[in-house]
């Protein structure tokens, strides 16, 4: 099972080290001590995003201006394999991708609720939004 530091676990919520520490601290995800690091084990982190994403920022934030990139970094939520082919979630700050794709190749990518895993979006169009 792969674990994650806070520093990693921040960059894939898509917030500062601090807010992920003190989101621990407040019994938001479980942590534990590996030395002198504190870590979190993938499929609770991978619980965490998705619980985090559904509640929105809730403090009446306005959405950062922004433009979506191609590359969408993020943690495995969800696998679902059928036969031939397979279904994977991941939760990439506040997007949840589903991909579909062969069953084979969820197996050779090892993927699994908890890893990290980077969702590429190849498109003939392109959707901007502001505001």
């Known amino acids: 099972m792969e674990s ?19 989101w621990a601290d407040a019994g938001r995800f479980p942590t534990r001590r590996e030395g002198s690091r504190r870590t979190v084990d993938g ?15 809730g403090e009446g ?3 950062p201006y922004t433009s979506a990139r191609n590359a969408f970094p993020g943690i495995v939520t969800g696998v679902r394999l059928g036969t031939v082919d397979a279904q994977v979630e991941i939760q990439a700050g506040p997007h949840r991708i589903v ?6 190749a969820v197996e050779e990518l090892g993927l699994e609720v908890g890893a990290r895993a980077t969702a590429r979006v190849k498109s003939t169009s392109v959707l901007v939004d502001r505001g």
């Open 4 to 22: 994650y530091s806070i520093g990693q676990a921040a960059r894939l919520l898509g917030v500062s080290a601090d807010t992920a520490r003190r």
């Open 43 to 57: 499929p609770d982190l991978a619980a965490f995003c998705v619980e985090a994403a559904q509640e929105g920022s």
């Open 61 to 63: 934030e306005e959405a």
């Open 99 to 104: 991909s579909l794709l062969t069953r084979e």
